[in-house]
């Protein structure tokens, strides 16, 4: 099936500074990539919908400076949490649609200290 | 909008033990239905799909049967492994924007 990476898996920033997360689908285009936020035992929430060369829609309630997206290519979208404090802690996922089906990327553990 | 209702975990049980993880949906039209395995440290995984009423998903030994009637999606697995032990989302989709259930954690001990 196909298959949706995120780099990095785990990242460490402090509190202020950016942080970048990569998402790719390696074996197909997507026009539409989804940004989720999980926290610990919760479900996936929602952020935002890349799309490839347009502006991201975001959900309500997400700050759409704080979480920057960047749909640059068919097969990569990024997401930059920027000015980073420790409630933006969490597990960041994506996923991207092929034919019928959702791909999700291993997810990107956020530590802010 | 579309909801989708798991039952609340977590859930304990013994290996081998029969497994039924409740599910049900409100959306309008006729969504895909979809269950998602999340194992600790790591992504989402499908497990299983149903694209339309009547039609079971399976895989790895779990069941799901699309009910339109009832609008449920009830994960079954008749004898559970120490491995299973992971999160289950429930999630359906409209258009290619899917929403999740609240995930069930299901913990097998030996």
């Known amino acids: 099936g196909a298959v949706v990476s995120q780099h990095p898996s785990w990242v460490i920033c402090k509190s202020g500074t950016s942080v970048k997360i990569e998402c790719r689908s390696l074996?197909?285009?997507?026009?539409?990539m989804f940004w989720y936020r999980q926290f610990p035992k919760q479900s996936l929430m929602l952020m935002a919908t890349?799309?490839?060369?347009?502006?991201?829609?975001?959900e309500q309630g997400v700050e759409k400076d704080k979480f920057l997206i960047n749909h640059a290519s068919l097969t990569l979208s990024t997401l930059t949490v920027t000015s980073a404090h420790p409630e933006d802690s969490s597990f960041y996922i994506c996923s991207a649609p092929s034919l019928y089906e959702q791909y999700f990327g291993p997810g990107t553990r956020l530590t802010v200290t | 909008g579309d909801s989708v209702t798991q039952m609340e975990g977590p859930v304990t049980l013994s290996e081998e033990a029969f497994l039924t993880i409740n599910c049900t949906y409100t959306a309008t039209g006729y969504p895909s239905l979809f269950w998602y395995v999340q194992y600790p440290g790591e992504g989402l995984q499908l497990l299983l799909k149903a694209t339309k009423a009547d039609d079971k998903g399976s895989n790895k030994g779990f069941e799901a049967t699309y009910r339109k009637e009832t609008t449920s999606f009830h994960l079954e697995k008749g004898s559970v492994q120490v491995s299973d032990s992971a999160v289950y989302f429930c999630?359906?989709?409209?258009?290619?924007?899917?929403?999740f259930g609240e995930g069930t954690q299901l913990t097998v001990n030996p």
């Open positions: 890349s799309n490839e060369g347009s502006k991201a829609t975001y």
């Open positions: 074996d197909f285009q997507a026009t539409t």
């Open positions: 999630a359906l989709i409209s258009g290619s924007r899917l929403t």
